[in-house]
């Protein structure tokens, strides 16, 4: 790994303006910026008020069931032969998915601006089901923005969002996937400024976005780092986590940023393979540029216009990614390494067989690559892989992989 | 003097407001472009605004989304947009073309290059929808030193402070966004663009044009008296969207900028009476 990190203090990042070193910042419309001002300082304040943190515990704690277990994988390590692999079960949070810790943090936040009604985009879903589900608790008005070729892919949150009473809106701009759903959330929330919250599900957009979803994430890696030293003794040798706008990663890794002897890896999504052109791995084959108000890694052609991109998981199917992953990339803090279609699939049928669980086909990307990286550690070595969410919701999509038709 | 300064300043001599039609380079298709700015010249556009297409326009409404889509089909590029302002120069050496877009085809073409080619090819400023001051710093700085303009926007939700932040960096105009929302939004409020205004003019002396939710004559000479211009941008690109390639060119572009003469009358009426 570079040393080029050695003198970071990572605590000083993002600066006042939002830069994690060139990346993040706040690419906007003029429209946008008191509402981006506004949003970061009720953040700072309210991020150091008693009454709020002790708020947010609670929900954690008592709604969406934290602490999650660190749960050592025996069968599956011994199987590998390698380092011990830890799995960090953010899949047993309500809502099945890491997504909720950030959406309960977001939603607070609306409630004490006092703002009625709150907007997200979602891709998969999972996000736009973990935002109607803080909105349905608090009482307050949603609306979700999702792509049309999205919503026919995933009829099932789509219900289920409608069963949490609120509103999906279908996107049918662009390419009509979640990169348009977060441009048509950034309409609406220009368009309806003074009363409505853009709960944004990933740790990227303009500052403070990356900032706060981060924060609010990192309640993973602090939780992984005390349940690993108490269970081990010892921190981790490594983690693992998949890296599609990056909140789950961001949220594992931060709290370890400071540990010189933990190696980290980000795993984004290769599709059919980096080489193809086929994939939604930024990191690994893209370019810095700006989209949806920040400078990071991007999938562009040319001329600079953003391309299609591809992964079997939707969570992960994004063309940009979080900016302080770029910055990390960059001074070589963070290694970041795609996993195939294929290799992600072979992952969620092997967890499932060897452990009974069924990982995300999003977590299945990092449970692909902490085998092949396991495989290459001793026995007295550890891992710990985030498994960001559970694969309920993409049994559909393995099943018609399978030509198995499920109703 | 830049083209833009000798165009306010002659027709604030005239007591007249400056029309500022906008439309997106290549739509409905490339090789109509150049036409329909001598077009909009002809029918009294004073300044064209000139879009340059991106994939993921995010502060546009439906219909300059679409004049993206239509013009991304025929892959129009940031460097084929300098082109066309190039070929439009050979015949207009006056009339100021201003690129309005968003940042990434610019930092992909690299700005200092951007700088260099959009000069030669007579690019007279740069309005990009997605970069507020606090990024802008170098880019307003190769813009200024190549001779172009950068020019900001301005909402109704800019407080004094952040007015008096982007003027300082503005040059060229100032571009005041009429309302809430996106471009072709459909609630213009007189009241609320005059208390923008006023606040605008306590931080600046730049010429001010208003842009968002202007759509005809009636709702130009409206906002023209409180300003030193106005935007045409989504009624104008409504007409291009209905375009049909088997009909004669001619006409058809004579149809789309009637709209323009239309409103040239309105706002010169209002000037005059």
Same mark, same amino acid.
Not at chain 1, 61 to 82: N, T
Not at chain 1, 191 to 213: E, Q, R, S
Not at chain 2, 219 to 224: E, N
């Given at each position: 790994?570079?040393?080029?990190?050695?003198?970071?203090?990572?605590?000083?990042?993002?600066?006042?303006?939002?830069?994690?070193?060139?990346?993040?910042?706040?690419?906007?419309?003029?429209?946008?910026?008191?509402?981006?001002?506004?949003? @970061?300082? &009720? /953040?700072?304040?309210?991020?150091?008020?008693?009454?709020?943190?002790?708020?947010?515990?609670?929900?954690?704690?008592?709604?969406?069931?934290?602490?999650?277990?660190? /749960?050592?994988?025996?069968?599956?390590?011994?199987?590998? %032969?390698?380092?011990?692999?830890?799995?960090?079960?953010?899949?047993? &949070?309500?809502? %099945?998915?890491?997504?909720?810790?950030?959406?309960?943090?977001?939603?607070?936040?609306?409630?004490?601006?006092?703002?009625?009604?709150?907007?997200?985009?979602? %891709?998969a879903g999972q996000h736009g089901v973990a935002s109607a589900t803080v909105a349905a608790r608090l009482g307050m008005e949603c609306q979700v923005f999702m792509g049309e070729e999205d919503i026919r892919r995933q009829a099932l949150n789509v219900y289920r969002m409608k069963?949490? %009473? @609120?509103?999906?809106?279908?996107?049918?701009?662009?390419?009509?996937?979640?990169?348009?759903?977060?441009?048509?959330?950034?309409?609406?929330?220009?368009? &309806?400024?003074?009363?409505?919250? /853009?709960?944004?599900?990933?740790?990227?957009?303009?500052?403070? /976005?990356?900032?706060?979803?981060?924060?609010?994430?990192?309640?993973?890696?602090?939780? @992984?780092?005390?349940?690993?030293?108490?269970?081990?003794?010892?921190?981790?040798?490594?983690?693992?986590?998949c890296v599609g706008g990056g909140s789950n990663a961001i949220g594992l890794f931060h709290p370890f940023l400071d540990?010189?002897?933990? $190696?980290?890896?980000?795993?984004?999504?290769?599709?059919?393979?980096? $080489?193809?052109?086929?994939?939604?791995?930024?990191?690994s084959d893209g370019t810095p540029g700006v989209l949806h108000g920040n400078r990071t890694y991007l999938m562009q052609d040319e001329a600079g216009q953003i391309i299609h991109t591809h992964s079997v998981s939707a969570g992960l199917d994004y063309p940009g990614v979080g900016p302080e992953h770029s910055w990390l990339k960059d001074i070589g803090r963070v290694n970041y390494v795609a996993i195939n279609d294929d290799e992600a699939l072979d992952a969620f049928r092997k967890l499932t067989l060897v452990e009974g669980i069924m990982p995300a086909l999003?977590?299945?990307?990092?449970?692909?690559?902490?085998?092949?990286?396991? @495989?290459?550690?001793?026995?007295?070595?550890?891992?710990?892989? &985030?498994?960001?969410?559970?694969?309920?919701?993409?049994?559909?999509?393995v099943a018609g992989i399978d030509g198995i038709g499920i109703d | 003097?830049?083209?833009?300064?000798?165009?306010?300043?002659?027709?604030?001599?005239?007591?007249?407001?400056?029309?500022?039609?906008?439309?997106?380079?290549?739509?409905?298709?490339?090789? +109509? =472009?150049?036409?329909l700015m001598h077009a909009l010249v002809d029918s009294g556009?004073? !300044?064209? #605004?000139?879009?340059?297409?991106?994939?993921?326009?995010?502060? #546009?409404?439906? =219909? !300059?989304?679409?004049a993206h889509e239509r013009a991304l089909e025929h892959h129009v590029s940031l460097s084929q947009v300098l082109d066309m302002v190039a070929e439009f120069r050979q015949t207009n050496a006056d009339t100021p073309v201003v690129l309005m877009g968003y940042t990434n085809p610019v930092e992909h073409m690299g700005y200092s290059h951007f700088a260099e080619r959009a000069k030669q090819a007579g690019v007279d400023g740069l309005l990009t929808v997605d970069m507020p001051p606090e990024e802008a710093g170098e880019t307003s700085r190769l813009l200024r030193d190549a001779g172009m303009d950068n020019i900001f926007l301005l909402a109704p =939700?800019?407080?004094?402070?952040?007015? *008096?932040?982007?003027?300082?960096? *503005?040059?060229?105009?100032?571009?005041?966004?009429?309302?809430?929302?996106? =471009?072709?939004?459909? +609630?213009?409020?007189?009241?609320?663009?005059?208390?923008?205004?006023?606040?605008?003019?306590? +931080?600046?002396?730049?010429?001010?044009?208003?842009?968002?939710?202007?759509?005809?004559?009636?709702?130009?000479?409206? !906002? *023209?008296?409180?300003?030193?211009?106005?935007?045409?941008?989504?009624?104008?690109v409504d007409r291009l969207a209905k375009w049909d390639n088997a009909a004669d060119t001619d006409k058809q572009i004579a149809e789309a900028v009637s709209l323009i003469a239309d409103i040239r009358k309105a706002i010169d009426a209002v000037a005059d009476a």
């Open positions: 790994m570079s040393k080029q990190h050695e003198h970071v203090d990572f605590s000083q990042f993002p600066n006042a303006e939002g830069h994690f070193g060139p990346y993040g910042g706040r690419f906007v419309s003029e429209t946008l910026i008191f509402a981006l001002d506004e949003l @970061a300082e &009720n /953040y700072q304040r309210l991020s150091q008020d008693p009454e709020f943190r002790a708020e947010f515990d609670r929900d954690l704690a008592y709604y969406v069931g934290r602490p999650s277990p660190l /749960y050592h994988a025996e069968r599956w390590s011994r199987e590998v %032969g390698g380092a011990q692999i830890y799995l960090k079960r953010e899949d047993l &949070n309500h809502t %099945g998915a890491h997504k909720v810790n950030n959406t309960i943090g977001q939603a607070l936040l609306a409630k004490y601006m006092g703002k009625k009604r709150v907007i997200a985009e979602t %891709g069963l949490l %009473g @609120a509103e999906v809106i279908s996107v049918k701009s662009g390419s009509r996937t979640l990169k348009d759903a977060m441009n048509e959330a950034m309409r609406d929330w220009v368009t &309806n400024v003074d009363d409505t919250f /853009y709960i944004i599900g990933t740790a990227a957009g303009p500052h403070p /976005y990356p900032m706060l979803v981060r924060d609010f994430q990192s309640v993973i890696g602090r939780e @992984a780092r005390e349940q690993h030293l108490e269970q081990t003794g010892k921190l981790p040798d490594a983690l693992v986590a540990d010189e002897s933990v $190696a980290m890896y980000g795993v984004e999504a290769g599709g059919h393979g980096v $080489a193809t052109g086929e994939h939604a791995a930024p990191l999003e977590s299945s990307h990092a449970i692909a690559y902490a085998e092949k990286l396991a @495989a290459t550690m001793r026995p007295d070595q550890s891992i710990v892989v &985030n498994l960001s969410g559970r694969g309920d919701k993409d049994i559909h999509t | 003097m830049s083209r833009l300064a000798k165009v306010f300043e002659q027709l604030a001599e005239r007591g007249a407001k400056a029309l500022v039609p906008y439309i997106v380079a290549g739509d409905p298709a490339p090789k +109509h =472009t150049v036409s556009a004073d !300044i064209i #605004e000139l879009g340059v297409p991106f994939s993921d326009p995010m502060a #546009e409404g439906p =219909t !300059i989304q679409l =939700t800019s407080s004094d402070q952040r007015v *008096a932040k982007v003027a300082a960096l *503005a040059s060229g105009y100032l571009y005041c966004v009429s309302l809430k929302g996106v =471009t072709g939004a459909g +609630h213009l409020d007189i009241d609320s663009v005059r208390e923008q205004m006023q606040r605008i003019r306590q +931080h600046s002396d730049l010429p001010v044009t208003v842009g968002f939710g202007i759509k005809d004559g009636e709702s130009a000479s409206a !906002i *023209a008296p409180l300003c030193e211009g106005v935007v045409v941008g989504s009624a104008l």
